[in-house]
């Protein structure tokens, strides 16, 4: 992975420095909250409705068991014990005192890390696929044109203050697991008939009030254009979006109401007149970068593992884990481990302090010393021996780390809501905890089989509703907690919308919904093999209407 160089280091630590007296003067009265807003959102510090909340930047959601230790460290030290992996795979700390933030930010720089860009109307952290450098469909490992991008991004004088906040995802594969349709720029690595490294590009995706999915304006952009084509993307959005009207400045509304023809020579003129220039990406960068994310000495080893096949046949509940949460390697004998933060009746997105500390001594005992965030709220071993599965998961078992639902539905996404969130007009989390309960029974869960429940606490959709093949929101109707459902959304390759299926349901009966969606679909699957969002795209919504409202 990616090590600071001398400019890095000095930079965070300097800006260290500089927010310590900035938080020294808010604590004396020197400045006021309005006045020391701007400067603590530039470091990661938000003010949510009962204390401070500290983001820190996880980029392209890679870090060592080193600083999963100190993450481990900060949540025992400065907060309730422990932390929340977010759907941009960052981390947040939901309970840190102002007077504290100075010192962990002092202590995240000791480990490259860091709290910057990750809220404010710039560009935020990179994300990319969580299994990044070991899946076996990728055509290149995309972290590295992330970091690219992160390096090109961070602090760019011209795109500090943007029209609004501004997200770029990237993916290594065909199948897509960093939602790139739903970023305002999302860009997936391809070959073109020639063998040669590119990317297709899609603009304007996005979530929230307005949810969009990107469109296409590059078929094949060659990899030497990458930071001059993002680079007009941005100087585009840049001059022409909205300052007005914080609900229509970003960039997918700047594509709605423009047009993607307009805009899209708008790009084109914009990366005429830079290509071949500065930004040009020599191909010599390029391999000094990939060094860094070169893939670890793998041993030669058998397709096939005995000890993790013999392992299984004895215990029941590792062959279920290894069905659910094992994902393909590029080495034979390897995997990627899912390790699910969806316990039954938690908190989706929460790992202990104690939690952390034990997968952090997995990384470096099985897995090569690296660890991955995924958008999904878990975490990813991305490089363990398949013998050695058994021991991980017993390790997993003995710290309720083992639930065996990847992809399941009690493997839901859900924002912190109101239980903290000052924007929030709903909870999120009671209900997933109450749908998590309710569809316990593993039988039921695996009968069920891929389904992607998602929920928001408000329309600023930070739990990907929207995206969700059931998706549930939160709203506020004259003091009033209600939940809306859109079925039939979706954020890999065929990227889709969920559509509102109806009124919304009280607190009480959100659960009993839920599970007449469910239901209904059980009932009118073709077979066992058909996904609910397959069967939902050959059925529509009037029979989970009719059953949820009465034909």
Not at 92 to 110: C, G, H, V, Y
Not at 341 to 355: C, E, N, R, Y
Not at 523 to 538: Q, T
Request: hydrophobic share 40%; net charge negative.
């Amino acid at each position: 992975m990616y090590r600071y160089d001398e400019f890095d280091r000095d930079f965070v630590n300097q800006r260290v420095t500089q927010f310590e007296d900035q938080v020294r003067r808010r604590m004396s009265g020197e400045l006021t909250e309005d006045e020391f807003k701007p400067l603590r959102l530039m470091n990661g510090l938000y003010l949510q409705l009962h204390a401070y909340m500290l983001r820190v930047a996880i980029p392209y959601g890679t870090l060592n068991a080193t600083q999963m230790r100190k993450l481990a460290h900060i949540a025992r030290t400065y907060d309730r014990g422990y932390g929340h992996f977010t759907t941009r795979q960052n981390v947040q700390f939901n309970w840190p005192k102002l007077s504290d933030t100075p010192q962990i930010l002092r202590e995240l720089a000791d480990v490259e890390m860091h709290a910057i860009q990750t809220s404010g109307n710039c560009i935020r952290n990179v994300t990319s696929d969580q299994f990044a450098g070991a899946a076996a469909d990728e055509f290149a490992d995309p972290r590295v044109y992330a970091e690219i991008l992160r390096q090109w991004s961070s602090l760019h004088p011209e795109f500090l203050f943007l029209p609004r906040k501004f997200k770029i995802a990237i993916t290594g594969a065909e199948q897509d697991r960093a939602a790139v349709q739903v970023h305002d720029i999302g860009l997936q690595l391809t070959r073109n008939e020639d063998g040669e490294i590119g990317f297709v590009v899609f603009v304007g995706g996005g979530l929230g009030r307005t949810p969009m999915v990107g469109r296409k304006v590059r078929d094949f952009l060659p990899e030497n254009d990458l930071l001059a084509y993002s680079e007009a993307i941005l100087r585009v959005y840049n001059r022409y979006g909205r300052r007005d009207n914080k609900y229509k400045a970003r960039i997918k509304i700047l594509v709605h109401e423009t047009g993607l023809e307009e805009l899209k020579q708008d790009i084109e003129t914009e990366f005429e007149a830079t290509k071949n220039g500065i930004l040009n990406l020599p191909n010599e960068e390029v391999v000094r970068i990939n060094e860094y994310f070169a893939p670890p000495s793998f041993d030669a080893l058998p397709k096939i593992s005995t000890e993790l096949e013999a392992a299984k046949r004895e215990d029941r509940d590792l062959a279920l884990f290894s069905s659910r949460n094992l994902h393909a390697h590029k080495a034979e004998g390897y995997t990627s481990i899912t390790i699910s933060l969806k316990p039954i009746g938690g908190a989706p997105g929460d790992a202990t302090a104690d939690q952390m500390d034990v997968i952090a001594d997995l990384a470096e005992r099985f897995g090569h010393n690296e660890l991955r965030v995924t958008h999904e709220q878990n975490l990813v071993l991305p490089h363990v021996k398949l013998q050695d599965v058994p021991t991980v998961f017993k390790i997993l078992k003995a710290n309720d780390l083992a639930d065996s639902n990847a992809g399941l539905i009690t493997d839901m996404i859900a924002c912190p809501g109101l239980d903290y969130c000052a924007l929030a007009n709903a909870r999120s989390i009671p209900i997933a905890q109450e749908i998590s309960k309710r569809f316990e029974a593993v039988k039921r869960q695996n009968e069920i089989g891929d389904l992607k429940l998602k929920i928001s606490g408000c329309i600023n959709a930070c739990g990907h509703h929207h995206v969700g093949h059931i998706g549930i929101l939160g709203v506020d109707r004259k003091g009033e907690e209600l939940y809306q459902i859109t079925l039939g959304g979706s954020a890999d390759q065929n990227t889709s919308i969920g559509k509102i299926i109806g009124r919304g349901f009280p607190e009480a009966e959100i659960t009993d919904a839920v599970e007449t969606v469910v239901d209904t679909y059980l009932a009118n699957r073709l077979d066992e093999e058909e996904s609910f969002i397959d069967a939902y795209r050959r059925l529509g919504d009037q029979p989970f209407k009719d059953a949820l409202y009465g034909a």
